[in-house]
């Protein structure tokens, strides 16, 4: 099956740095999310990107398929935006999502 | 649009005792979900596939027999754990996509916490 690395695994950040997060993916994909887990284990939708870049407020994500890579970019980070992130994908319509191990970020202020 | 409710949120249960979680796609019609577990400090693994109208499938190393899934309408799965015991403990995540949407994005409950004493 389709294997996920994410990296790093974790990360320390004070308040207002930027950070990238990567996932690499060992097969072709014609799915890819990327969530965020709170401290109450609620997963947040934060991207649907099987291919191309996508932006939302200070995050943004892009995923070059063809070279099986994805990446997270967080801008001007907040202690709120600790926790852990996930990308997850999927190599055949209608399959599961295989997730990778996560990134625990932490951000102080 | 596009909520999936999962009921309980937590739950704590006494060792060989059984324990129901309902999974519901509130807005859309959902032919597949799908059941997750994760135990502390690691990703999400996938449990088994459930299809509305036949019997799940299950992945490797998962017992059938204990997580008993049953998926009998296309806005309802639920998981049953039987005869609990505390390395069951654990969070249970389930996730849908509408009917009709091979490559749409999934969405997920907000998990059940079981805790077995």
């Known amino acids: 099956g389709i294997q996920v690395e994410q990296s790093p695994p974790d990360l320390i950040l004070q308040e207002g740095a930027n950070s990238t997060l990567r996932c690499n993916f060992s097969d072709s994909v014609n799915n890819l999310q990327w969530f965020h887990q709170n401290p109450w284990g609620q997963l947040i939708n934060l991207f649907y990107?099987?291919?191309g870049t996508k932006q939302n407020g200070r995050l943004s994500a892009t995923t070059v398929a063809t070279e099986r890579y994805s990446l997270l970019y967080i801008s001007s980070s907040q202690t709120t935006d600790s926790g852990v992130y996930f990308c997850a994908v999927r190599g055949q319509a209608g399959t599961a999502l295989i997730f990778g191990k996560g990134t625990t970020l932490s951000v102080s202020s | 649009g596009a909520v999936v409710s999962q009921h309980p949120s937590w739950v704590i249960c006494k060792s060989g005792t059984s324990v129901k979680i309902e999974c519901r796609s509130l807005d859309f019609q959902a032919t597949t979900m799908f059941w997750y577990r994760q135990f502390p400090k690691q990703s999400l693994m996938l449990m088994a596939t459930s299809n509305e109208g036949s019997k799940a499938t299950y992945e490797q190393g998962v017992e059938k027999d204990k997580f008993l899934i049953n998926h009998a309408s296309l806005t309802l799965s639920t998981l049953t754990v039987t005869s609990a015991h505390p390395e069951d403990s654990s969070f249970y995540i389930c996730?849908?996509?509408?009917?009709?949407?091979?490559?749409?994005?999934?969405?997920f409950g907000n998990g059940t916490r079981l805790t077995v004493t």
């Open positions: 990107i099987p291919s």
């Open positions: 996730s849908a996509r509408e009917t009709g949407g091979a490559w749409s994005p999934l969405h």
